[in-house]
């Protein structure tokens, strides 16, 4: 690998761990962590837990469509931040020093 394309791979690690977490990426969390709880629960404990599962995907599926979320509301009360206030078009973190980050 070149030293260009090895600094540039150092770099997207560095950046990607070192990211804010968005709105988006919370919501991902919690959807996928509810999908998964609920499931699990289901299997091993009783099968009625499966209803909360189709809710939660239904939620899912209504707020895609019309693109008004409650969780995304509650994130927002509790100070998550959008993607947009985050990150500069690029995928560079707002007032990170770029140079450094290369480095």
């Given amino acids: 690998m070149s030293n260009a394309a090895s600094s540039r791979a150092t770099f997207d690690t560095t950046a990607r761990q070192s990211a804010p977490w968005s709105v988006d990426r919370w919501g991902r969390l919690l959807s996928g962590t509810l999908i998964l709880t609920f499931t699990l629960l289901g299997l091993f404990h009783h099968p009625v837990w499966l209803y909360v599962t189709a809710c939660v995907s239904a939620s899912l599926i209504m707020t895609s469509l ?16 959008e993607r947009e206030d985050l990150f500069l078009p690029g995928g560079v973190v707002r007032g990170s020093n770029v140079k450094a980050l290369q480095k």
């Fill in 66 to 81: 019309t693109d008004r979320c409650l969780v995304r509301r509650a994130l927002l009360a509790l100070g998550a931040k």
